[in-house]
Structures are given as structure tokens and as C-alpha cells.
């Protein structure tokens, strides 16, 4: 025990309570090599994204200019989460803030025209800006789609599509029309029958848009149910068409599907074109768009392109059915919507109707019977001016663009006209958020002295092409509608609300109830 003690002495040094037990333990060199090495890299990434992100912001400014918009621009992402629910009330503070204003998108630089000047200025620059609809549009429609090109190329589509919407061919297309559209408005006849609950007409609506456009385009050379793909299979492809999406077409993503149904609609397409060929060949005569296509390439007097392969016939029917399930269901719809709502218009479209069919209902509309409608002609024109299906349609410069003395869209840019302000221009329609069909009867109207403002289907090498067959068909079936059903509009909160996909839309669906309507 003595000997215990005497080894705990005071003479013996206790452990400082500071002292660190590992101070002495050598580090070896390849840790603090590596250590070393990966804080070097830490501080050189970081300042990478730093430069990164200040060259960004720095190269929005410089392109922005004097221009009106955010100072400043959110990282990669820009104006990207607020364009995923776009709304009329957002875009209209970007018209109000000037006829030009900047907004950047995944580091996509975006010019918006406002103004009539500037818009039109846009639609009429081919040598400046080409259409691209939206970033994702060429992966979903197709590069070489026919909407895309420009210059001579694009000159030669138009010699033969613009035979396909003369009086001619339109006097084949009003057959089908008449004939699918008592079709389905029997059906929600049926359907109302069962269910007399108000129901949102935007999908029965665009169905029925979709199912006359393929029988008008392609007649009976897709099957029943390669139809019924198509429709099915394409309203992945209008959402895939909004304004703003992800970029990249990844597995699940609306660009994706929209990829996987142009495939398969393609594949029935051109399909069709060849049925076409193949029964104009035999000496048939054109029941479709596409047998005139065909026939008319065969004319003594057309001068234009006669190789046409079945996937470039394919593709133009592909387009055309993106004008006619989107732009031309907006418009129907709202078509129902605002006569429900105006019951002294609906009257006189009802007046006209009896009188021009000689109380005879069942009677097929003809183009003859179209041209004696004046008043129905008036409304659809003023419908679509109030609500138009499509606001804007974007470009991409394709060199720099001087579009105004002060200030040069940059190449490569995207550059967006937009209509609504051109079409609600208070200098050129008085009252301009009223429904008046008669602004458009009177041939001295400021409506009607200045057309440079009834932007609904554009402007320019680019402007919609089946200006006549879109009108034709929205009055035909509101036509035919008035003098077989009555129709009730059930108002919610989101009646008067607008939803944005590619086109507009009430936000409810329009909610409609419908009746028959007693023979006269």
C-alpha cells in the first residue's frame, strides 16, 4: 500500500484538463492532401455558380434594355413558376406595362408586343422571327412540320392548301359537318335526358370538334377506332402546347406523352394520306380534304408540288387538327356561353334560323343557306373578338430584330405578339367588352374600316388558313343547336374566369343544361 502511494506522489505530474490526447498523433499527408483538395474544389464550384449566376443576370439586363420588366430575373428558372399557372389577369399586367416588355424563362428571352403596331410588325418580319408556337412545339409537331417553314419551302404548302378551303371543297366539308354535329347534339340530348344536372361542355364540346375535323380531313380512311385513339390520345398533345412546360422530354412529363401520341396519331395519318391516293388513283371522287388534296395535285392548271409523301400529308393534317380540337373548341364554347347569357341575341340568331330554313329543321346546311345569315356570321365574328381562342402566338428571331427605333430583339430570342389588346382597342370597338354582333353589320363601323386589328387568326405569310372553314363550322353547330335545343347557363364562381392551356377557356367547363326545343 506504501509503495501504491508513493507512486501517486505530488512529485509525479498530473494531465493538464486542457491538454488534447491526439495533438501529437501524426495526420498522414494523403489525408490532408485529399482534404485539401476537395475544399479547393468546393470554393471553385462556388464560385463558378456565382459567376455563373451573375453573368446570367448580367446578359438578361444587357438584352432587356430600357424595356419594362423584372429588374432582375429569378436563377434558371426565371418567370417559370408564374407561367405555370398562367392567368388573364397576369398577362394583362404585362401588356399594360408596355407596348414592348421582357420576361426570361430557363434563361429563354422573351420580347412581349402589346401593341397592334408591333404585333403585326411581328407577323409580317419572315426575314426577322419564324413561328415556334412554344419552346417544346418542334419536338411535339415535328421539326419540318409545315407550320415551321419559312421562304420558298413554305410558299409551296400554301399553293396547295389554300385549294383545299375554296368554295369547292368547303361545299364537300358542309355535308359532314351538318350530319356529325346533329350527331353529337342528339347525344347530349340523350345524355341530358338521363342526367338533367348542368354538365361542362368543354370536353363534349371539343369531342365533337375532334370527331368532325378527322371525318372532314381524312373521311373514312381511318377506322372507328383509330379515331378514337386520336382523340383520346390527343388532348396529352394540347397540354403539352401551353405557353410554358418543362423543356425536357422526360419519362412522365407532358412533353413525353404528347412525343408518344403524335406517334401514334402519325401512324394513322399517313395511313389516310395513302387510302387517298390510292382511291383518287382508282377514280374515285374526293369525300375528304385529303381525296382534294390529292385530286387537286392532279388538276391541268396547278403549277405547284405534286410529290407530296404520306408523312408531309400526315403532318399538315396533324396541324390542322391542333387548330381545330384547340382554337375551334375555344371558340365554340364560348360560342354557347355568351348566347346563353345574351337571350336578345340568341333570339335573333333563332329568327334568322326559322327563316332562312323555312321552319324546316331537319333540313342539311348548305353554303348557300350559310351566306343568308348575316346576323350568325356577325355573332361568331364578335364572339371570338371578345374572347379570342388563341392571345398570342410566339416567334423566335432568327437574326437580330430592329422592331422599334429604339430597341433590337436579340437573335435567337423568343418574341411574342399578342392579339388581345388589338381586339379590344377602345378607339376601334366602342363599349369593347361587349357582345354586340350588330358592330360588324354596319360597313362603316370603326369594326369594319380597321381590320388590321381583328387579329383572331393572325397576320402575315403565317395566318391561319382555314379562316373560312373555322367560322363555318362554330356557326353551323351554334346554327343548328338554337333551332334543336335550348340551353340553360348554370353561373358558378369560375364562370367568368378564364383558364389558359393552349387556348381559353372558362374555368368551370361552361356548365350548361340542355333541353329539345319544340319544332316550330
Not at 418542334?138 to 419559312?150: A, G, S
Not at 387517298?276 to 374526293?286: C, D, L, N, Q, V
Not at 363599349?431 to 354596319?442: I, N, T
Request: charged letters at 20%; hydrophobic letters at 40%; glycine letters at 4%.
Amino acid at each position: 500500500m506504501a509503495s501504491l502511494l508513493r507512486h501517486y506522489s505530488p512529485s509525479v505530474p498530473m494531465p493538464s484538463s486542457t491538454s488534447n490526447p491526439f495533438v501529437d498523433i501524426p495526420i498522414p499527408s494523403f489525408l490532408a492532401s485529399t482534404a485539401s483538395k476537395q475544399a479547393t474544389w468546393l470554393y471553385t464550384t462556388l464560385a463558378l455558380v456565382a459567376a455563373l449566376l451573375a453573368l446570367e443576370q448580367s446578359v438578361y439586363r444587357y438584352k432587356k434594355k430600357h424595356l419594362p420588366g423584372a429588374k432582375w430575373t429569378i436563377p434558371i428558372i426565371g418567370k417559370f413558376a408564374d407561367s405555370m399557372k398562367p392567368t388573364m389577369e397576369g398577362y394583362m399586367a404585362q401588356w399594360n406595362s408596355g407596348a414592348l416588355s421582357a420576361i426570361s424563362v430557363f434563361n429563354i428571352f422573351i420580347v412581349m408586343a402589346s401593341s397592334n403596331e408591333y404585333s403585326r410588325k411581328i407577323l409580317n418580319s419572315p426575314n426577322h422571327a419564324e413561328p415556334c408556337l412554344v419552346h417544346s412545339a418542334k419536338q411535339i409537331l415535328m421539326p419540318d412540320n409545315w407550320v415551321f417553314l419559312t421562304g420558298k419551302s413554305h410558299v409551296e404548302y400554301r399553293k396547295i392548301l389554300n385549294t383545299l378551303f375554296t368554295r369547292k371543297a368547303l361545299s364537300i366539308y358542309i355535308g359532314i359537318q351538318d350530319a356529325i354535329a346533329r350527331k353529337h347534339l342528339n347525344e347530349w340530348l340523350a345524355n341530358a335526358a338521363k342526367d338533367p344536372s348542368p354538365q361542362a361542355i368543354m370536353m363534349t364540346a371539343r369531342n365533337l370538334n375532334m370527331h368532325t375535323s378527322l371525318r372532314v380531313f381524312c373521311g373514312n380512311h381511318i377506322p372507328e377506332h383509330g379515331a378514337v385513339e386520336i382523340s383520346e390520345k390527343y388532348w396529352d398533345i394540347t397540354q403539352a402546347l401551353e405557353l410554358v412546360n418543362f423543356p425536357l422530354a422526360l419519362p412522365g412529363t407532358k412533353v413525353y406523352r404528347a412525343i408518344q401520341a403524335r406517334k401514334i396519331a402519325s401512324k394513322w395519318l399517313e395511313l389516310a394520306a395513302a387510302r387517298a391516293k390510292i382511291a383518287i388513283a382508282e377514280g374515285a371522287e374526293p369525300e375528304c380534304m385529303l381525296d382534294e388534296w390529292v385530286k387537286e395535285m392532279q388538276a391541268p392548271g396547278y403549277k405547284g408540288r405534286k410529290d407530296f409523301s404520306d408523312r408531309e400529308m400526315a403532318m399538315v393534317v396533324f396541324s390542322f387538327l391542333f387548330a381545330s380540337q384547340d382554337a375551334m373548341s375555344s371558340g365554340l364554347i364560348y360560342g354557347f356561353q355568351h348566347l346563353a347569357d345574351h337571350p336578345e341575341i340568341m333570339a335573333k340568331i333563332r329568327e334568322e334560323q326559322y327563316r332562312v330554313r323555312a321552319n324546316d329543321i331537319d333540313k342539311p346546311m348548305t353554303l348557300e343557306m350559310l351566306e343568308e345569315m348575316p346576323y350568325l356570321k356577325a355573332f361568331v365574328k364578335e364572339s371570338m373578338r371578345v374572347k379570342p381562342p388563341v392571345t398570342m402566338v410566339p416567334y423566335r428571331t432568327t437574326k437580330a430584330f430592329p422592331i422599334a427605333p429604339d430597341y433590337t430583339v436579340p437573335v435567337n430570342s423568343m418574341v411574342i405578339p399578342s392579339f388581345y389588346n388589338s381586339l379590344h382597342d377602345p378607339d376601334v370597338y366602342p363599349d369593347h367588352d361587349k357582345l354586340l354582333p350588330e358592330r360588324w353589320l354596319d360597313a362603316n363601323s370603326s369594326a369594319n374600316t380597321n381590320p388590321k386589328n381583328y387579329l383572331v387568326f393572325g397576320s402575315g405569310p403565317h395566318k391561319c388558313i382555314g379562316i373560312e372553314y373555322a367560322q363555318m363550322n362554330t356557326g353551323l353547330v351554334l346554327a343548328t343547336a338554337s333551332v334543336l335545343t335550348n340551353w340553360e347557363h348554370h353561373l358558378t364562381s369560375e364562370s367568368d374566369k378564364v383558364q389558359i392551356i393552349a387556348t381559353l377557356f372558362p374555368k368551370d367547363g361552361c356548365m350548361l343544361k340542355f333541353t329539345p326545343r319544340p319544332r316550330p
